[in-house]
């Protein structure tokens, strides 16, 4: 299995990005795909998560800022953030758990993470 990112740059304060992030490989289920990211010298936090009944969890610190949506048909999920800040600075990772046949246990997946720079 393989996580895909893209949509990462450099962006000014209010300003908006969309990451995608698409899956492949032997896939039978994705339990739940989202996002984290990291800042420098910091660990890495949950942004958002949706799962496969579409429930979503969002981090307080972008509640009314961004959105997490997927497409089921392109093993595909997306996060359109909006009135971006400086604090949003990081490298933003892709992240699913990922089943490969009925029986299989899931298995956790992570893309190679784009950056997303916002500047004041």
């Known amino acids: 299995v393989q996580l895909v990112e893209s949509g990462g740059g450099l962006v000014q304060a209010g300003g908006s990005l969309r990451l995608s992030c698409a899956a492949s490989g032997s896939i039978f289920r994705i339990n739940t795909m989202g996002w984290y990211r990291q800042a420098p010298g910091k660990q890495r936090d949950l942004v958002a998560t949706?799962?496969?009944?579409?429930?979503?969890d969002v981090a307080d610190s972008v509640k009314g800022r961004f959105t997490i949506s997927k497409d089921n048909a392109k093993n595909t999920v997306y996060l359109q953030m909006n009135s971006l800040k400086p604090e949003d600075t990081a490298v933003y990772y892709c992240n699913a758990n990922i089943q490969d046949s009925r029986w299989s246990p899931s298995f956790r997946y992570w893309g190679q993470g784009t950056q997303v720079t916002v500047s004041s």
């Open positions: 949706t799962s496969s009944s579409s429930s979503t």
